[in-house]
T-cell receptor
Framework: NAGVTQTPKFRVLKTGQSMTLLCAQDMNHEYMYWYRQDPGMGLRLIHYSVGEGTTAKGEVPDGYNVSRLKKQNFLLGLESAAPSQTSVYFC??????????????FGPGTRLTVT | GQNIDQPTEMTATEGAIVQINCTYQTSGFNGLFWYQQHAGEAPTFLSYNVLDGLEEKGRFSSFLSRSKGYSYLLLKELQMKDSASYLC????????????FGDGTTLTVKP
């Protein structure tokens, strides 16, 4: 099992450019998440999905869009990148149900710089 | 919403014991997780508590008191490789599986 993988690992964008980050998991997990982590801070939830075809906003959704067309993939899009979106982006997945909690498995992260 | 507090930094000596505290406020508690994150890497799961008491896993233990909104992670026989950030995360049953993360505690282990 590869677990959770993210593409790309590094990216530099100019202000106004767009890009898509890809997350893939091979553990058949229902729940998937996108977080950003800024220096010295914890993880802040951008968007999440509780199953194929569903998405929901997290704590900091502005400037981002997501799609979950297949159960194993969760895409994060930046429509018009801004310097404030410079961060490390982590994707995660879990077996969560409505009532039972399971740990999250994280991808290796994407380091994005917007100039 | 949820509010999670952890100390920003801690320092301990190799071979010693260290306790990292986490306090939280939530409208519908449904589990608390501890994750370890080495610099430049992804977080990895350490422990999970949903009932009051102590969960032990090798050198690591985690304690929960739901009435006090309090948890701690106890690391025994510290090793240099334990230098990392430790993240407390609380799941709220009203938020469909989402967990809110604290800002993390950076632990430095010195020889």
């Amino acid at each position: 099992n590869a677990g959770v993988t993210q593409t790309p690992k590094f990216r530099v964008l100019k202000t106004g450019q767009s890009m898509t980050l890809l997350c893939a998991q091979d553990m058949n997990h229902e729940y998937m998440y996108w977080y950003r982590q800024d220096p010295g801070m914890g993880l802040r939830l951008i968007h999440y999905s509780v199953g194929e075809g569903t998405t929901a906003k997290g704590e900091v959704p502005d400037g981002y869009n997501v799609s979950r067309l297949k159960k194993q993939n969760f895409l994060l899009g930046l429509e018009s990148a801004a310097p404030s979106q410079t961060s490390v982006y982590f994707c995660a997945s879990s077996l969560n149900t409505e009532t039972v909690s399971y740990e999250q498995y994280f991808g290796p992260g994407t380091r994005l710089t917007v100039t | 919403g949820q509010n999670i507090d952890q100390p920003t930094e801690m320092t301990a000596t190799e071979g010693a014991i260290v306790q990292i505290n986490c306090t939280y406020q939530t409208s519908g508690f449904n589990g608390l997780f501890w994750y370890q994150q080495h610099a430049g890497e992804a977080p990895t799961f350490l422990s999970y508590n949903v009932l009051d008491g102590l969960e032990e896993k090798g050198r690591f233990s985690s304690f929960l008191s739901r009435s006090k909104g309090y948890s701690y992670l106890l690391l025994k026989e510290l090793q240099m490789k334990d230098s990392a950030s430790y993240l407390c995360a609380v799941r709220d049953r009203t938020n469909a599986g989402k967990s809110t993360f604290g800002d993390g505690t950076t632990l430095t282990v010195k020889p």
